[in-house]
Nanobody
């Protein structure tokens, strides 16, 4: 199992930026893909972005061009620019264990989840 701790959330005005971090510990060597998901009140959890160990990245259409996912060592980042009110949500990081043949955008791929960090964008 991988332990994940998010940080970096907060309140920002529309058009602003935030950078989220996700620190991983434990069996990190078993993870092939790490990702960010978000859940707004009353909505389903949705995919935001993911990164493979190889460095390949994936983005939801709604954030492509505004958000950038990256990693360094055992920490994953999500740089969020040009934020708007629709980006308001609880953001979670997730890690897989490398065993499932499931799309990176599918939450069922991931075995480990962080506790979430709140992002609030005011218009």
């Amino acid at each position: 199992q991988v332990q994940l701790v998010e940080s970096g959330g907060g309140a920002v005005q529309a058009g602003g930026s935030l950078r989220l971090s996700c620190a991983a510990s434990g069996r990190t060597f078993s993870s092939n893909v790490m990702g960010w998901f978000r859940q707004a009140p009353g909505k389903e959890r949705e995919f935001v972005a993911a990164i493979r160990r190889s460095g390949t990245t994936y983005y939801a259409d709604s954030v492509r061009g505004r958000f950038t996912i990256s990693s360094s060592g055992n920490t994953m980042y999500l740089q969020m620019n040009s934020l708007n009110a629709e980006d308001t949500a609880l953001y979670y990081c997730a890690a897989d264990s490398g065993g499932r043949v499931v799309a990176v955008s599918d939450s069922s791929r991931y075995d480990s989840w962080g506790q979430g960090t709140q992002v609030t964008v005011s218009s």
